[in-house]
Protein backbone atom coordinates (compact mmCIF):
# COMPACT_ATOMS: atom_id res chain seq x y z
CA UNK A 1 0.00 0.00 0.00
CA UNK A 2 1.75 3.19 -1.04
CA UNK A 3 0.42 6.19 0.92
CA UNK A 4 0.90 9.82 1.16
CA UNK A 5 2.33 10.27 5.06
CA UNK A 6 3.15 13.77 4.54
CA UNK A 7 -0.35 15.40 6.95
CA UNK A 8 -1.51 14.31 10.36
CA UNK A 9 -4.47 12.41 9.40
CA UNK A 10 -6.07 9.96 11.40
CA UNK A 11 -7.17 7.72 8.60
CA UNK A 12 -3.84 7.34 7.66
CA UNK A 13 -2.39 6.54 10.55
CA UNK A 14 -4.76 3.66 11.17
CA UNK A 15 -4.26 2.30 8.12
CA UNK A 16 -0.26 1.60 9.04
CA UNK A 17 -1.18 0.43 12.44
CA UNK A 18 -3.36 -2.01 10.97
CA UNK A 19 -0.92 -3.00 8.58
CA UNK A 20 2.07 -3.11 9.94
CA UNK A 21 1.61 -2.72 13.52
CA UNK A 22 3.18 -0.39 16.40
CA UNK A 23 6.82 1.13 16.17
CA UNK A 24 9.02 -1.79 18.32
CA UNK A 25 9.45 -1.14 21.92
CA UNK A 26 12.37 0.94 23.50
CA UNK A 27 13.57 -2.58 24.34
CA UNK A 28 13.53 -4.53 21.26
CA UNK A 29 14.94 -1.54 19.54
CA UNK A 30 18.50 -2.11 21.82
CA UNK A 31 18.29 -5.53 20.93
CA UNK A 32 18.47 -5.31 17.49
CA UNK A 33 20.72 -2.75 17.31
CA UNK A 34 18.42 -0.09 15.66
CA UNK A 35 14.88 -0.31 14.00
CA UNK A 36 15.47 2.19 11.20
CA UNK A 37 18.18 2.31 8.20
CA UNK A 38 20.96 3.87 6.94
CA UNK A 39 19.71 6.50 3.89
CA UNK A 40 19.10 4.11 1.21
CA UNK A 41 19.74 5.25 -2.76
CA UNK A 42 16.89 3.93 -5.12
CA UNK A 43 18.22 2.88 -8.42
CA UNK A 44 15.23 1.40 -9.69
CA UNK A 45 11.10 1.45 -8.65
CA UNK A 46 7.88 0.09 -9.79
CA UNK A 47 6.24 2.67 -12.29
CA UNK A 48 3.68 3.99 -9.39
CA UNK A 49 6.74 4.91 -7.09
CA UNK A 50 8.72 6.00 -10.33
CA UNK A 51 6.65 8.49 -11.41
CA UNK A 52 6.51 9.98 -7.95
CA UNK A 53 10.08 9.88 -8.04
CA UNK A 54 10.46 11.35 -11.06
CA UNK A 55 9.00 15.26 -9.82
CA UNK A 56 11.82 16.50 -8.88
CA UNK A 57 15.70 16.24 -9.68
CA UNK A 58 16.88 14.96 -6.32
CA UNK A 59 18.91 12.23 -5.35
CA UNK A 60 16.18 9.45 -4.98
CA UNK A 61 16.30 7.99 -1.51
CA UNK A 62 14.75 6.24 1.31
CA UNK A 63 14.52 4.50 4.54
CA UNK A 64 13.15 1.40 5.99
CA UNK A 65 11.53 1.45 9.60
CA UNK A 66 11.01 -1.88 10.91
CA UNK A 67 7.80 -2.18 13.06
CA UNK A 68 6.41 -5.56 14.83
CA UNK A 69 4.50 -6.41 12.05
CA UNK A 70 6.22 -5.42 8.97
CA UNK A 71 7.68 -2.05 7.33
CA UNK A 72 7.54 1.09 6.45
CA UNK A 73 9.69 2.34 3.46
CA UNK A 74 9.69 6.59 3.16
CA UNK A 75 10.66 8.44 0.59
CA UNK A 76 10.21 12.17 -0.47
CA UNK A 77 8.82 13.56 -3.50
CA UNK A 78 8.60 17.36 -3.64
CA UNK A 79 7.52 18.49 -0.71
CA UNK A 80 5.52 15.21 0.22
CA UNK A 81 6.31 12.08 2.29
CA UNK A 82 5.13 8.81 0.52
CA UNK A 83 5.35 5.35 2.34
CA UNK A 84 5.43 2.02 0.93
CA UNK A 85 3.66 0.04 4.07
CA UNK A 86 4.47 -3.89 3.89
CA UNK A 87 3.31 -6.44 6.13
CA UNK A 88 6.02 -9.48 6.64
CA UNK A 89 3.39 -11.81 5.14
CA UNK A 90 4.05 -10.12 1.35
CA UNK A 91 7.46 -8.94 1.69
CA UNK A 92 9.81 -10.22 -0.51
CA UNK A 93 13.79 -9.74 -0.66
CA UNK A 94 16.22 -10.24 -3.30
CA UNK A 95 19.54 -9.69 -3.57
CA UNK A 96 20.00 -8.96 -7.38
CA UNK A 97 23.66 -8.72 -7.70
CA UNK A 98 25.83 -8.04 -5.14
CA UNK A 99 24.90 -4.47 -4.67
CA UNK A 100 21.34 -4.75 -5.16
CA UNK A 101 18.58 -5.37 -2.90
CA UNK A 102 14.72 -5.67 -3.82
CA UNK A 103 11.38 -5.08 -1.97
CA UNK A 104 9.16 -6.38 -3.25
CA UNK A 105 4.86 -5.94 -2.41
CA UNK A 106 2.29 -7.60 -4.79
CA UNK A 107 3.04 -4.84 -7.87
CA UNK A 108 5.24 -2.51 -6.10
CA UNK A 109 9.30 -2.82 -5.49
CA UNK A 110 12.19 -0.48 -4.67
CA UNK A 111 15.74 -1.91 -6.13
CA UNK A 112 18.57 0.02 -3.77
CA UNK A 113 22.38 0.24 -3.99
CA UNK A 114 24.16 -2.00 -1.19
CA UNK A 115 27.32 -0.37 -1.62
CA UNK A 116 28.35 0.16 2.39
CA UNK A 117 28.67 -2.50 4.97
CA UNK A 118 25.41 -0.98 6.93
CA UNK A 119 23.13 -1.32 4.07
CA UNK A 120 23.88 -5.23 3.93
CA UNK A 121 23.71 -5.73 7.87
CA UNK A 122 20.72 -3.89 7.87
CA UNK A 123 19.29 -6.69 5.15
CA UNK A 124 20.73 -9.49 7.34
CA UNK A 125 18.68 -7.45 10.64
CA UNK A 126 15.53 -7.67 8.86
CA UNK A 127 15.76 -10.84 6.85
CA UNK A 128 16.34 -12.51 10.78
CA UNK A 129 13.76 -10.42 12.17
CA UNK A 130 11.09 -11.42 9.41
CA UNK A 131 11.63 -14.87 9.76
CA UNK A 132 11.38 -14.71 13.70
CA UNK A 133 8.11 -13.02 13.23
CA UNK A 134 6.89 -15.83 10.99
CA UNK A 135 7.91 -18.02 12.76
CA UNK A 136 6.58 -17.55 16.11
CA UNK A 137 3.01 -16.54 13.44
CA UNK A 138 3.52 -20.37 12.68
CA UNK A 139 3.80 -21.58 16.03
CA UNK A 140 0.75 -19.51 16.94
CA UNK A 141 -1.57 -21.69 14.67
Known sequence: MLLNISYNDRKVHEKVLNEVGSPLRLVERFKLGGSGSPKLFITKASLQIYNLLILDNNINTCNIEIRSEGIIIRFRSLLETYALIIPFYKL?????????YTLY???YFIRIAAKT?????????LRSFKDEKSDTNIEDL
Request: net charge positive; glycine share 4%; proline share 5%.
Open 117 to 125: PQVHNFMKK
Open 105 to 107: RDS
Open 92 to 100: NIYKGSAQE
